[in-house]
């Protein structure tokens, strides 16, 4: 059986500092209207690696090596994010400060015993917190077999989930290189991104899509503590099961692979829901970069937040007796419906008019991520992104983000590839509700298998441990 639980013993505890910081860069980093649309809290993305071939001591060598030039060239996360005297706005202050690397040890544990489906007990214990001044925390967790967690932390204010993944891929990259240089560097100017516009200008019905997170929004902390969190994968098979499904009465259109899995994950949140709500909602996080500016990859590495959310509710009974084709359509529709640059410049706007709300340490939050209202799941992927994460001993096993849920009431379901390659998924639920598990789990029939340390290979031959 897998853990329960188990410790993470802290051994060191470093800052590290840029070594060749640019020229003329800023003493202060401001960050866009975008980023304080998601305002500030700290991010992980979590890599899970088998034992490489001569220890940890070679991966923290080349880690070391790489980490100086490494923020060189992503020099405001050697700095402090900080805040203006005047507004409570924050902002970046490239001071070199210097980013923080962690070497930690999982006592005793090996990966074999590690439970993956249950993620609370397993990579829960392996994030680290870190001081919500730090713009970056590396963190290198040991297990007893000789495998590995690498975790890439920041603050969402600096990062959504393409910036993230580029802040791996280019420090494996440089990692693999002994801290030589990157093929293509990280676009770190946020100014020209859409400016606000003078006087903003934006649609009245952006009010109801945000709220103010304060107490009186969020559900109380013991409902916050009934939420669960699983890993799920789903095999490529499946997922070209579900895409053929979801495109068979849609003219010949071919549906995409996500939009087919969100349709799939539709009707079984409308299963958990029953009879207890007429309705339920689905909502998206989606990337903006190709509608911002369409210059083929002009903004593929570009380090901060562009992201929007949409919602659609629809009628429970309607959503179980819709056929998948039908249910993917409405899906695709609602993701299309934010794809344009208008929308990015409105929400650019109601940030310059609403972020007053940083004076008084208010923050905003999308509504339908308080889940008021009809049960709602929020669903976000990193689809688009080739993932690397190979520091020159082999690619992760697992690469997940990881954040906490808080008082949130809605559900959240994260897509990631695997990083193998071989066209699976995984599939991350940072909230659920435990009848949506139950929905989820039920019958061998289910799609959305839970993760075991055994199917990631993590599984030594006839049970012993690695």
Known sequence: MPLERFDVR??????????????????VHAVSNLD?????????????????????????AAVRAAL??????????AGRVVRRPDTNVPEVACDNAGAELVVADAAGVPLSAVDFARVDRSLGMVQIPFDAGLALSLQLVRFACGGFALTVATNHLLADGRAFVVLLNCLAEMARAGGGGLSRGPVLDRSSLLPARSPPVYSPSLDAEFAR??????????LAAAMERRLYRI???????????????DGGRRTSRFVALCAHVWKLLARAVGDSDPNCRMAWIVDGRKCVEPSEGALDLYMGNVVTYTAREASVAGLLRAPLHEVAAAARAAMASVMTRGRFQELVDWVEVNKTAYKDGGKWTEAVNLGLGSPALVISGLLPFAIDGDLGFGKPRLVL????????????VTVVPCPGGDGSWFVGGTRLWPRLVEVIEAGPES???PVTAASLGFEAPHGSRL
């Open 10 to 27: 802290i051994l060191s505890r470093e800052l590290v500092r840029a070594s060749d910081p640019p020229p003329g860069f800023p003493a």
């Open 36 to 60: 304080l649309l998601l305002g500030p809290f700290p991010i992980y993305l979590l890599c899970i690696y088998p034992p490489p071939p001569g220890g940890l001591g070679p991966v923290l």
């Open 68 to 77: 100086p030039a490494y923020l060189s060239r992503f020099f405001p996360f």
């Open 213 to 222: 997170f304060t107490p009186a929004t969020m559900i109380n902390p013991l």
């Open 235 to 249: 095999d490529a098979a499946d997922l070209a099961g579900l895409q053929i499904a979801a495109s068979s009465g």
């Open 401 to 412: 983000p990881w954040l906490r849920h808080g008082r949130l009431g809605s559900a959240s």
């Open 447 to 449: 799609l959305l298998k």
